[in-house]
């Protein structure tokens, strides 16, 4: 009998305020993600550039405390960000399994269950967009998660480099780009092409591995 109610108590019913309260954690993630990354733009530096001049100095025109803790933050709360969305996916299974178990409560029908129950998995990140970049004009911010980017999809994705690929073969011309946000699907239309900054886009991609 003690067995019986230990195993009964590992398995907690979800319900749709857990639900809730788990994207509400992952909206604030999102958001401490997005206010490392805006101070590191206005640093002027990104996750990547190095922190020593060409002599192997330390820079002195950025403060390298302040860079390397949001960097760190922001790496420890991308982790946070996939925990999060593997927490959600179980619990939004759990909900599910429970609807159709008693169809009478109809929990179901609401706002934060439906929408990301079928959605594919994200295979990438964006962790910066630049002010006035091609990424920018067409409304990528950080933290949205790539599900389609052109011909590439979660089903064909093997590294970045066969989003490099399409971006290089694809200058000014739009591109159909599918993402995660905020739990909702969202779809723009990017063109790859030349600016005032690097690259084609102006944004940078972390892969994500689930």
Known sequence: MKMTEENNAAEPRVTEEDVR?????????EEQIKAYHDMLQTAGIGMDAPLVDVEGFPRADVDLYKVRTARHNISCLQNDHKAIMVEIEEALHKLHATARVKPEKDVTKTEVT???????????LVDTVTQGSPAFQAGLRVGDEIIEFGS????????????????????GKSLRVGLLRSGQEVHLNLTPKQWSGRGLLGCNLVPLHR
């Open 152 to 171: 590439v999809n979660t089903l064909n994705f093997r590294n970045l480099r066969d989003v490099a690929s399409v971006v290089q073969h694809s200058e």
């Open 21 to 29: 309260l788990l994207i509400k954690r992952k909206s604030d993630i």
């Open 114 to 124: 439906e929408p990301t129950a079928s959605l594919p998995a994200p295979f990438a």
